[in-house]
């Protein structure tokens, strides 16, 4: 069998010396880490405010124009 290469041994080393390093994280990069919430307290409301708002002037609509004509 034929020696590896120059570059493969070196890279084999590297991984080798990598292997036992896998999930430890340095407190300091871990703790940086803060779980901030996507979008903002005013823009929910604001969208709440659209939604049910809409529905309700939807519902009102519906039922202006589904009043029977009592005239006949």
Do not use: W, Y
């Not at 005013?42 to 939807?58: R, W």
């Amino acid at each position: 069998m034929q020696p590896a290469p120059r570059n493969i041994r070196n890279r084999q080393k590297k991984f080798d010396a990598n292997i036992n390093k896998r999930g430890q994280v340095p407190m300091g990069k871990a703790a940086e880490h803060t779980d901030d919430p996507a979008i903002s307290k005013g823009l929910i409301a604001f969208f709440m405010f659209v939604v049910i708002g809409s529905s309700i002037v939807q519902i009102l609509r519906m039922f202006q124009t589904s009043v029977p004509n009592l005239s006949e």
